[in-house]
């Protein structure tokens, strides 16, 4: 996909992610939309992977470390063809394999079940260990927020990963400032993100998370990095592309009302008629 294709499909997204929160009536929107072009690069660019072979061997892994913006996930799977569009209606509904968290046994392109913050991390780590001791190919991908990154468990799995040279691992970490109860910076800074990884032995690249050019090249330097793990930390905008929603803390678990839905589907629209006129 060239630059403008991408941003479109984020912003299909985007829409995706708004319509399965306000089906649900919960749900994180702030985190899912601040990472939709995150997800748009890593699924229509930079992973091998097949919507036809859920389950191919020699796939590339991605663990949704912050497991609740599941919204986002689902919403790239279904652009992606791993299952309907329609489905994301179904969100947190009783009887529908869409969980509030990520649920390996039920949705298909889901390589990790996710949600108890800090953890997938470290799944993602032993997942790349596995792929240097079995001699394959694969590389693995792991996406964590901000906020996650106050977790303990989230530096000793960075310790492991420095110290064997996981470098078929990339993790990317979600900065958008703003988690559940405020600022990061005010509840418990993880700052600077940056410096923390590179004492552990990663190569560290940061980026701006709503520029695909910088994705880009951020992912191909990850590729050419040997003996280092790789830190991605992208500057991020939570609740991005919806006025409202816009680093907004109070939008990190909250879904909109049929009002706030029309008008953050309108705010979308305006975004993708901008692209069509590029």
């Not at 089906?23 to 919507?51: C, Q, R, V, W």
């Not at 061997?57 to 663990?63: G, I, K, L, Q």
């Not at 330097?221 to 991605?232: F, H, L, M, V």
Request: charged share 25%; aromatic share 8%; net charge negative.
């Amino acid at each position: 996909m060239n630059k403008l294709e991408l941003q479109k499909t984020a912003n299909e997204i985007r829409k995706g992610i708004v319509t399965a929160v306000h089906s649900a009536k919960s749900g994180h929107p702030g985190g899912s939309l601040s990472a939709a072009d995150i997800f748009t690069y890593l699924y229509f660019e930079e992973m091998n992977i097949d919507p036809k072979d859920p389950q191919k061997s020699d796939r590339d892994r991605f663990v949704l470390s912050k497991g609740h913006v599941a919204p986002g996930l689902y919403s790239t799977l279904a652009q992606r063809g791993f299952f309907p569009v329609e489905d994301l209606t179904t969100l947190r509904h009783v009887g529908s394999y869409l969980q509030g968290h990520p649920d390996k046994k039920h949705i298909p392109g889901v390589d990790m079940s996710s949600g108890s913050l800090g953890q997938g991390v470290s799944a993602a780590v032993g997942m790349a260990l596995s792929a240097k001791l079995s001699n394959d190919p694969y590389r693995v991908y792991t996406l964590l927020g901000d906020g996650e990154i106050q977790e303990g468990q989230v530096w000793e799995a960075a310790m492991f990963a420095g110290a064997r040279n996981l470098d078929n691992l990339v993790v990317i970490v979600d900065n958008n400032g703003l988690q559940i109860d405020g600022s990061i910076e005010d509840i418990c800074s993880p700052y600077p993100i940056d410096k923390k990884f590179e004492a552990f032995n990663f190569n560290v690249i940061n980026v701006d998370a709503h520029n695909f050019d910088e994705l880009a090249d951020a992912f191909k330097k990850a590729r050419e990095c040997k003996g280092q793990p790789t830190a991605i930390i992208a500057k991020s905008i939570k609740g991005k592309d919806v006025s409202f929603m816009e680093n907004n803390a109070a939008w990190h678990g909250s879904a909109p009302n049929d009002e706030q839905y029309e008008l953050a589907m309108k705010d979308l629209e305006k975004v993708g008629e901008a692209l069509c006129q590029k």
